[in-house]
Protein backbone atom coordinates (compact mmCIF):
# COMPACT_ATOMS: atom_id res chain seq x y z
CA UNK A 1 0.00 0.00 0.00
CA UNK A 2 1.23 3.43 -0.76
CA UNK A 3 2.09 5.73 2.42
CA UNK A 4 -0.54 8.52 2.80
CA UNK A 5 0.81 12.18 3.49
CA UNK A 6 0.74 11.37 7.38
CA UNK A 7 2.93 8.56 6.90
CA UNK A 8 5.65 10.09 4.96
CA UNK A 9 6.62 11.60 8.41
CA UNK A 10 5.45 15.15 6.47
CA UNK A 11 5.50 16.35 9.86
CA UNK A 12 1.47 17.29 9.89
CA UNK A 13 -1.21 15.85 8.03
CA UNK A 14 -2.16 18.06 4.96
CA UNK A 15 -5.05 20.80 5.89
CA UNK A 16 -8.32 20.80 3.69
CA UNK A 17 -11.69 22.59 3.60
CA UNK A 18 -14.59 20.66 2.66
CA UNK A 19 -17.52 22.48 0.33
CA UNK A 20 -20.96 20.95 -0.56
CA UNK A 21 -23.26 22.55 -3.06
CA UNK A 22 -26.61 22.33 -3.02
CA UNK A 23 -28.91 23.01 -5.59
CA UNK A 24 -32.21 22.82 -6.59
CA UNK A 25 -32.22 19.31 -8.59
CA UNK A 26 -30.54 17.96 -5.18
CA UNK A 27 -33.02 19.27 -3.18
CA UNK A 28 -35.94 18.09 -5.46
CA UNK A 29 -34.16 14.60 -6.09
CA UNK A 30 -34.37 14.17 -2.13
CA UNK A 31 -30.84 13.23 -1.20
CA UNK A 32 -29.72 13.99 2.25
CA UNK A 33 -26.62 16.10 1.25
CA UNK A 34 -25.46 16.65 5.16
CA UNK A 35 -25.32 12.87 5.02
CA UNK A 36 -23.31 13.35 1.91
CA UNK A 37 -21.00 16.25 3.30
CA UNK A 38 -20.46 13.82 6.71
CA UNK A 39 -19.33 11.42 4.68
CA UNK A 40 -17.19 13.21 2.82
CA UNK A 41 -15.65 14.09 6.39
CA UNK A 42 -14.88 10.38 6.79
CA UNK A 43 -13.48 9.40 3.52
CA UNK A 44 -11.15 12.58 3.37
CA UNK A 45 -10.03 10.94 6.84
CA UNK A 46 -9.45 7.61 4.79
CA UNK A 47 -7.17 9.61 2.69
CA UNK A 48 -4.74 11.03 5.52
CA UNK A 49 -6.39 14.89 5.48
CA UNK A 50 -7.09 17.12 8.09
CA UNK A 51 -10.48 18.44 7.73
CA UNK A 52 -10.33 21.63 9.55
CA UNK A 53 -13.44 23.79 8.34
CA UNK A 54 -16.68 22.57 5.81
CA UNK A 55 -18.81 24.57 4.06
CA UNK A 56 -22.20 24.52 2.17
CA UNK A 57 -24.04 26.87 0.19
CA UNK A 58 -27.34 26.63 -1.51
CA UNK A 59 -28.00 28.06 -4.77
CA UNK A 60 -30.40 27.17 -8.21
CA UNK A 61 -28.00 25.82 -10.57
CA UNK A 62 -23.92 25.40 -10.11
CA UNK A 63 -21.86 28.60 -11.28
CA UNK A 64 -20.84 27.64 -14.29
CA UNK A 65 -17.36 29.49 -13.55
CA UNK A 66 -16.92 28.81 -10.19
CA UNK A 67 -19.28 25.79 -9.62
CA UNK A 68 -20.21 28.09 -6.02
CA UNK A 69 -20.97 31.92 -6.40
CA UNK A 70 -18.01 34.18 -6.47
CA UNK A 71 -18.98 35.56 -2.95
CA UNK A 72 -18.42 32.19 -1.62
CA UNK A 73 -15.12 31.66 -3.38
CA UNK A 74 -13.94 34.91 -1.44
CA UNK A 75 -14.93 33.25 1.36
CA UNK A 76 -13.26 29.71 0.91
CA UNK A 77 -10.03 32.16 0.22
CA UNK A 78 -10.38 33.80 3.48
CA UNK A 79 -10.85 30.73 5.91
CA UNK A 80 -7.77 29.04 3.83
CA UNK A 81 -5.89 32.04 5.13
CA UNK A 82 -6.99 31.85 8.45
CA UNK A 83 -6.65 28.09 8.72
CA UNK A 84 -3.81 27.04 6.80
CA UNK A 85 -5.65 24.73 4.46
CA UNK A 86 -3.76 23.52 1.17
CA UNK A 87 -6.70 21.98 -0.14
CA UNK A 88 -10.01 22.32 -1.08
CA UNK A 89 -12.30 19.27 -1.45
CA UNK A 90 -15.84 19.83 -2.71
CA UNK A 91 -18.46 17.16 -2.76
CA UNK A 92 -19.44 17.18 -6.07
CA UNK A 93 -17.73 16.48 -9.61
CA UNK A 94 -15.93 19.53 -11.12
CA UNK A 95 -15.47 20.39 -14.47
CA UNK A 96 -11.37 21.30 -15.91
CA UNK A 97 -12.72 24.91 -16.28
CA UNK A 98 -14.15 24.86 -12.82
CA UNK A 99 -10.88 23.43 -11.40
CA UNK A 100 -8.67 25.98 -13.18
CA UNK A 101 -11.06 28.56 -12.22
CA UNK A 102 -10.52 27.94 -8.50
CA UNK A 103 -7.10 27.15 -8.12
CA UNK A 104 -6.13 30.24 -9.94
CA UNK A 105 -8.74 32.57 -7.75
CA UNK A 106 -8.05 30.58 -4.67
CA UNK A 107 -4.03 29.90 -4.41
CA UNK A 108 -5.47 25.99 -3.26
CA UNK A 109 -5.28 22.48 -4.16
CA UNK A 110 -8.60 21.74 -6.00
CA UNK A 111 -10.18 17.99 -5.57
CA UNK A 112 -13.88 16.81 -5.77
CA UNK A 113 -15.29 13.89 -4.51
CA UNK A 114 -14.68 11.83 -7.64
CA UNK A 115 -10.72 12.13 -7.07
CA UNK A 116 -10.96 11.72 -3.55
CA UNK A 117 -12.39 8.61 -3.68
CA UNK A 118 -10.32 7.79 -6.66
CA UNK A 119 -6.88 8.70 -4.60
CA UNK A 120 -8.15 6.27 -1.46
CA UNK A 121 -8.46 3.46 -3.89
CA UNK A 122 -5.12 4.07 -5.22
CA UNK A 123 -3.86 4.30 -1.45
CA UNK A 124 -5.72 0.83 -0.74
CA UNK A 125 -4.66 -0.99 -3.79
CA UNK A 126 -2.09 -3.99 -3.32
CA UNK A 127 -2.86 -6.22 -5.77
CA UNK A 128 -1.39 -6.20 -9.67
CA UNK A 129 -4.65 -6.20 -10.80
CA UNK A 130 -6.02 -3.49 -8.35
CA UNK A 131 -3.21 -1.49 -9.24
CA UNK A 132 -4.05 -1.46 -12.79
CA UNK A 133 -7.57 -0.99 -12.13
CA UNK A 134 -6.56 1.99 -10.08
CA UNK A 135 -4.66 3.32 -12.74
CA UNK A 136 -7.45 2.85 -15.55
CA UNK A 137 -9.73 4.63 -13.63
CA UNK A 138 -7.40 7.59 -12.47
CA UNK A 139 -5.94 7.97 -16.15
CA UNK A 140 -9.92 7.98 -17.56
CA UNK A 141 -10.94 10.68 -15.39
CA UNK A 142 -8.12 12.61 -15.72
CA UNK A 143 -7.66 12.50 -19.37
CA UNK A 144 -10.77 14.74 -20.26
CA UNK A 145 -9.73 16.74 -17.65
CA UNK A 146 -5.85 18.03 -18.62
CA UNK A 147 -6.73 21.37 -19.81
CA UNK A 148 -8.83 22.34 -16.35
CA UNK A 149 -5.98 21.60 -14.09
CA UNK A 150 -3.50 24.33 -13.67
CA UNK A 151 -0.99 23.54 -10.54
CA UNK A 152 -2.31 20.11 -10.26
CA UNK A 153 -0.46 19.27 -13.29
CA UNK A 154 2.64 19.99 -11.89
CA UNK A 155 1.73 17.31 -8.73
CA UNK A 156 3.07 13.50 -9.42
CA UNK A 157 -0.19 12.39 -7.96
CA UNK A 158 -2.58 14.89 -8.75
CA UNK A 159 -5.01 13.96 -5.46
CA UNK A 160 -4.17 13.61 -1.71
CA UNK A 161 -0.25 13.97 -0.79
CA UNK A 162 1.81 12.32 -3.86
CA UNK A 163 -0.49 9.11 -4.58
CA UNK A 164 -1.36 8.87 -7.58
CA UNK A 165 -1.44 7.29 -11.31
CA UNK A 166 2.60 6.63 -11.17
CA UNK A 167 5.78 8.58 -10.97
CA UNK A 168 5.68 9.34 -14.27
CA UNK A 169 4.41 12.41 -15.91
CA UNK A 170 1.49 10.97 -17.71
CA UNK A 171 -0.77 13.71 -16.93
CA UNK A 172 0.81 15.96 -19.56
CA UNK A 173 0.72 14.62 -22.32
CA UNK A 174 -2.69 13.10 -24.02
CA UNK A 175 -1.81 10.50 -25.92
CA UNK A 176 1.11 9.13 -24.02
CA UNK A 177 -2.16 8.88 -21.61
CA UNK A 178 -4.67 7.14 -24.01
CA UNK A 179 -1.88 4.39 -25.02
CA UNK A 180 -1.49 3.69 -21.68
CA UNK A 181 -5.26 3.43 -20.97
CA UNK A 182 -5.12 1.16 -23.98
CA UNK A 183 -2.11 -1.23 -22.35
CA UNK A 184 -3.74 -1.09 -19.17
CA UNK A 185 -7.13 -2.45 -20.68
CA UNK A 186 -4.73 -4.99 -22.54
CA UNK A 187 -3.62 -6.49 -19.35
CA UNK A 188 -6.62 -6.54 -17.16
CA UNK A 189 -8.08 -8.29 -20.33
CA UNK A 190 -5.98 -10.59 -19.39
CA UNK A 191 -6.81 -10.94 -15.73
CA UNK A 192 -10.34 -10.97 -16.70
CA UNK A 193 -9.72 -14.27 -18.99
CA UNK A 194 -7.83 -15.68 -16.73
CA UNK A 195 -10.21 -15.17 -13.90
CA UNK A 196 -13.22 -16.56 -16.40
CA UNK A 197 -11.19 -19.66 -16.47
CA UNK A 198 -11.06 -19.97 -12.68
CA UNK A 199 -14.75 -19.39 -12.74
CA UNK A 200 -15.28 -22.43 -15.00
CA UNK A 201 -13.60 -24.80 -13.30
CA UNK A 202 -15.12 -23.52 -10.39
CA UNK A 203 -18.73 -24.75 -12.37
CA UNK A 204 -17.25 -27.97 -13.63
CA UNK A 205 -16.22 -28.51 -10.09
CA UNK A 206 -19.24 -27.62 -8.64
CA UNK A 207 -17.70 -25.59 -6.07
CA UNK A 208 -20.61 -22.68 -4.92
CA UNK A 209 -19.73 -19.58 -4.43
CA UNK A 210 -21.06 -16.82 -2.57
CA UNK A 211 -20.16 -13.41 -2.20
CA UNK A 212 -20.03 -10.45 0.26
CA UNK A 213 -21.58 -7.19 -1.18
CA UNK A 214 -22.53 -3.96 0.56
CA UNK A 215 -21.99 -0.51 1.48
CA UNK A 216 -18.26 0.72 2.55
CA UNK A 217 -17.79 0.03 6.32
CA UNK A 218 -20.55 -1.89 6.75
CA UNK A 219 -18.63 -4.54 8.37
CA UNK A 220 -18.12 -6.97 4.89
CA UNK A 221 -14.27 -7.86 5.51
CA UNK A 222 -14.91 -8.15 9.63
CA UNK A 223 -17.96 -10.60 8.66
CA UNK A 224 -15.40 -12.77 6.05
CA UNK A 225 -12.49 -12.56 8.76
CA UNK A 226 -15.12 -14.33 12.06
CA UNK A 227 -16.41 -16.35 9.69
CA UNK A 228 -12.74 -18.05 7.87
CA UNK A 229 -10.93 -17.03 10.05
CA UNK A 230 -9.21 -15.52 7.36
CA UNK A 231 -6.42 -13.16 7.77
CA UNK A 232 -7.85 -9.63 6.18
CA UNK A 233 -7.73 -6.19 7.38
CA UNK A 234 -10.79 -5.10 8.91
CA UNK A 235 -10.80 -1.38 10.30
CA UNK A 236 -13.74 1.28 11.23
CA UNK A 237 -12.93 3.05 8.39
CA UNK A 238 -14.63 3.86 4.49
CA UNK A 239 -12.73 1.59 1.72
CA UNK A 240 -10.69 -0.20 4.36
CA UNK A 241 -9.88 -3.32 2.36
CA UNK A 242 -9.95 -3.12 -1.50
CA UNK A 243 -8.99 -6.02 -3.37
CA UNK A 244 -11.52 -9.13 -3.03
CA UNK A 245 -10.44 -11.83 -1.10
CA UNK A 246 -11.81 -15.23 -1.02
CA UNK A 247 -11.72 -18.14 1.21
CA UNK A 248 -13.22 -21.40 2.12
CA UNK A 249 -16.39 -21.75 4.23
CA UNK A 250 -17.60 -24.83 5.99
CA UNK A 251 -21.43 -25.01 6.85
CA UNK A 252 -23.05 -27.10 9.33
CA UNK A 253 -24.02 -30.19 7.00
CA UNK A 254 -20.14 -30.23 6.22
CA UNK A 255 -20.57 -28.85 2.65
CA UNK A 256 -17.49 -26.53 1.60
CA UNK A 257 -18.37 -23.39 -0.20
CA UNK A 258 -16.36 -20.00 -1.60
CA UNK A 259 -16.73 -16.88 0.37
CA UNK A 260 -15.74 -14.18 -1.59
CA UNK A 261 -15.33 -10.42 0.31
CA UNK A 262 -16.04 -7.34 -2.60
CA UNK A 263 -15.04 -3.45 -2.44
CA UNK A 264 -17.38 -1.65 -0.62
CA UNK A 265 -19.93 0.57 -2.47
CA UNK A 266 -20.75 4.21 -1.77
CA UNK A 267 -22.98 6.74 -3.08
CA UNK A 268 -21.44 8.36 -6.40
CA UNK A 269 -19.54 5.68 -6.39
CA UNK A 270 -16.87 7.11 -9.68
CA UNK A 271 -18.27 5.49 -13.10
CA UNK A 272 -14.83 5.24 -14.00
CA UNK A 273 -13.92 3.56 -11.32
CA UNK A 274 -17.39 0.80 -11.32
CA UNK A 275 -15.76 0.00 -15.13
CA UNK A 276 -12.46 -0.10 -14.09
CA UNK A 277 -13.17 -2.91 -11.63
CA UNK A 278 -15.97 -4.28 -13.35
CA UNK A 279 -14.09 -7.95 -13.13
CA UNK A 280 -13.05 -7.83 -9.84
CA UNK A 281 -17.37 -6.51 -9.04
CA UNK A 282 -18.25 -9.28 -11.23
CA UNK A 283 -17.21 -11.64 -8.50
CA UNK A 284 -20.91 -11.07 -7.34
CA UNK A 285 -22.33 -11.52 -10.76
CA UNK A 286 -20.73 -14.89 -10.70
CA UNK A 287 -22.11 -15.81 -7.11
CA UNK A 288 -24.67 -18.70 -6.20
CA UNK A 289 -25.70 -16.52 -3.35
CA UNK A 290 -25.21 -12.53 -2.23
CA UNK A 291 -25.15 -11.71 1.42
CA UNK A 292 -26.22 -7.67 1.17
CA UNK A 293 -24.24 -6.74 4.92
CA UNK A 294 -25.87 -3.49 5.94
CA UNK A 295 -24.73 -1.50 8.82
CA UNK A 296 -28.10 -1.68 11.00
CA UNK A 297 -26.79 1.54 13.30
CA UNK A 298 -26.53 3.74 9.72
CA UNK A 299 -29.12 6.38 10.23
CA UNK A 300 -28.74 6.20 6.61
CA UNK A 301 -28.87 2.31 5.98
CA UNK A 302 -32.05 2.56 3.67
CA UNK A 303 -30.55 4.85 1.06
CA UNK A 304 -27.46 2.64 1.53
CA UNK A 305 -29.18 -0.27 0.58
CA UNK A 306 -30.54 1.53 -2.63
CA UNK A 307 -27.22 2.20 -3.43
CA UNK A 308 -26.01 -1.06 -3.30
CA UNK A 309 -29.01 -2.38 -5.30
CA UNK A 310 -28.42 0.25 -8.19
CA UNK A 311 -24.57 -0.53 -8.37
CA UNK A 312 -25.64 -4.05 -8.15
CA UNK A 313 -28.18 -3.67 -11.21
CA UNK A 314 -25.35 -1.53 -13.05
CA UNK A 315 -22.97 -5.40 -13.43
CA UNK A 316 -26.20 -7.28 -14.28
CA UNK A 317 -26.50 -8.93 -10.62
CA UNK A 318 -30.09 -7.30 -9.87
CA UNK A 319 -32.55 -10.43 -8.88
CA UNK A 320 -29.50 -12.92 -8.10
CA UNK A 321 -30.74 -15.19 -4.53
CA UNK A 322 -30.11 -12.25 -1.51
CA UNK A 323 -29.40 -12.95 2.17
CA UNK A 324 -29.54 -9.41 3.30
CA UNK A 325 -27.49 -9.28 6.34
CA UNK A 326 -28.02 -6.70 9.16
CA UNK A 327 -25.07 -6.05 11.06
CA UNK A 328 -23.85 -4.36 13.98
CA UNK A 329 -27.01 -4.28 15.83
CA UNK A 330 -25.47 -4.57 19.15
CA UNK A 331 -25.02 -0.81 18.50
CA UNK A 332 -28.64 -0.39 17.92
CA UNK A 333 -31.75 0.81 20.33
CA UNK A 334 -34.37 -1.59 20.66
CA UNK A 335 -36.59 0.86 18.65
CA UNK A 336 -34.10 0.71 15.72
CA UNK A 337 -34.08 -3.03 15.88
CA UNK A 338 -37.69 -3.59 15.34
CA UNK A 339 -37.82 -1.68 12.28
CA UNK A 340 -35.51 -4.14 10.39
CA UNK A 341 -36.36 -6.68 8.17
CA UNK A 342 -36.69 -10.16 9.30
CA UNK A 343 -37.84 -13.89 7.81
CA UNK A 344 -35.88 -16.22 5.55
CA UNK A 345 -34.39 -13.04 3.19
CA UNK A 346 -33.23 -11.42 6.12
CA UNK A 347 -30.94 -11.73 9.42
CA UNK A 348 -29.98 -9.35 12.31
CA UNK A 349 -26.39 -10.32 14.00
CA UNK A 350 -23.54 -9.19 15.30
CA UNK A 351 -20.17 -10.30 13.51
CA UNK A 352 -18.85 -10.69 17.18
CA UNK A 353 -21.12 -12.74 18.42
CA UNK A 354 -20.24 -16.63 17.57
CA UNK A 355 -24.36 -17.93 17.98
CA UNK A 356 -25.07 -15.19 15.11
CA UNK A 357 -22.33 -16.64 13.52
CA UNK A 358 -23.66 -19.96 13.92
CA UNK A 359 -27.26 -18.98 13.19
CA UNK A 360 -25.88 -16.87 9.85
CA UNK A 361 -24.15 -20.38 8.85
CA UNK A 362 -27.14 -22.41 9.12
CA UNK A 363 -29.57 -19.66 7.33
CA UNK A 364 -26.56 -19.39 4.40
CA UNK A 365 -27.15 -23.53 4.11
CA UNK A 366 -30.92 -23.16 4.18
CA UNK A 367 -30.81 -20.69 1.38
CA UNK A 368 -28.50 -22.65 -0.59
CA UNK A 369 -29.86 -26.16 -0.31
CA UNK A 370 -33.38 -27.16 -0.93
CA UNK A 371 -35.75 -29.94 -1.57
CA UNK A 372 -34.12 -33.41 -1.18
CA UNK A 373 -33.98 -35.88 -3.82
CA UNK A 374 -33.11 -39.25 -4.06
CA UNK A 375 -30.45 -40.82 -6.31
CA UNK A 376 -30.02 -43.95 -7.52
CA UNK A 377 -25.93 -44.25 -9.06
CA UNK A 378 -23.86 -47.13 -9.94
CA UNK A 379 -21.30 -48.20 -7.39
CA UNK A 380 -19.08 -47.82 -9.93
CA UNK A 381 -19.06 -44.42 -10.16
CA UNK A 382 -17.29 -42.63 -7.53
CA UNK A 383 -17.52 -39.85 -9.40
CA UNK A 384 -20.62 -39.03 -9.63
CA UNK A 385 -21.25 -39.64 -5.70
CA UNK A 386 -18.64 -37.22 -5.36
CA UNK A 387 -20.64 -34.60 -7.21
CA UNK A 388 -23.51 -35.31 -5.44
CA UNK A 389 -21.90 -34.06 -1.99
CA UNK A 390 -20.01 -31.66 -3.42
CA UNK A 391 -23.36 -29.76 -5.04
CA UNK A 392 -25.89 -30.68 -2.33
CA UNK A 393 -26.15 -32.18 0.95
CA UNK A 394 -25.98 -35.84 1.32
CA UNK A 395 -29.04 -36.63 4.31
CA UNK A 396 -28.89 -40.50 3.78
CA UNK A 397 -26.67 -42.89 2.05
CA UNK A 398 -27.00 -46.85 1.25
CA UNK A 399 -26.04 -49.68 -0.94
CA UNK A 400 -27.90 -51.84 -3.07
CA UNK A 401 -26.49 -54.39 -5.15
CA UNK A 402 -24.09 -53.09 -7.06
CA UNK A 403 -26.15 -49.87 -6.41
CA UNK A 404 -25.72 -46.71 -4.33
CA UNK A 405 -28.84 -44.66 -3.44
CA UNK A 406 -28.54 -41.44 -1.60
CA UNK A 407 -30.76 -38.60 -0.01
CA UNK A 408 -29.49 -35.01 -1.74
CA UNK A 409 -30.83 -32.26 -0.78
CA UNK A 410 -30.21 -30.02 -3.27
CA UNK A 411 -31.08 -26.27 -4.91
CA UNK A 412 -33.13 -26.88 -7.80
CA UNK A 413 -31.11 -23.99 -9.41
CA UNK A 414 -27.66 -25.99 -8.16
CA UNK A 415 -29.45 -29.37 -9.95
CA UNK A 416 -29.29 -27.03 -12.98
CA UNK A 417 -26.20 -25.46 -12.85
CA UNK A 418 -23.80 -28.25 -12.12
CA UNK A 419 -25.67 -31.60 -11.23
CA UNK A 420 -26.62 -32.35 -15.27
CA UNK A 421 -24.93 -35.36 -14.91
CA UNK A 422 -26.99 -36.92 -11.88
CA UNK A 423 -30.52 -36.37 -13.59
CA UNK A 424 -30.60 -39.87 -15.23
CA UNK A 425 -29.91 -41.37 -12.30
CA UNK A 426 -33.12 -39.56 -10.21
CA UNK A 427 -35.48 -41.99 -8.73
CA UNK A 428 -38.01 -39.48 -8.05
CA UNK A 429 -39.84 -36.65 -9.26
Not at 107 to 121: H, M, S, V
Request: charge should be neutral; aromatic fraction near 4%; hydrophobic fraction near 40%.
Amino acid sequence: MRKTTYETGAGEREKALLVSLVTDQVKRSGADYEHSLQELVSLADTSGVEVVATLMQQRDVPDSKWFVGKGKAQELKALAAETGASTAIFDQELSGAQVRNLEEELDLKIIDRTQLILDIFAGRAKTREGILQVELAQLSYLLPRLSGHGKNLSRLGGGIGTRGPGETKLETDRRHIRNRITELKRQLEAVTQHRNLHRERRKKSGVVQVAIVGYTNAGKSTLLRQLTQADVLAEDRLFATLDPTSRTLGLPSGKEIILTDTVGFIQNLPHDLVAAFRATLEEANEADLLLHVMDASSPMRERQKQVVEEVLGQLGAAGKPTLLVWNKIDQCSASSLSLLSGGADAIRISAFNEKDMTRLREQVEDKLLGDTCRLRIPASRGDLASLAYRVGEVTGQETEDEWLLLNVRLNPADMQKWGSPLEPFRIDN
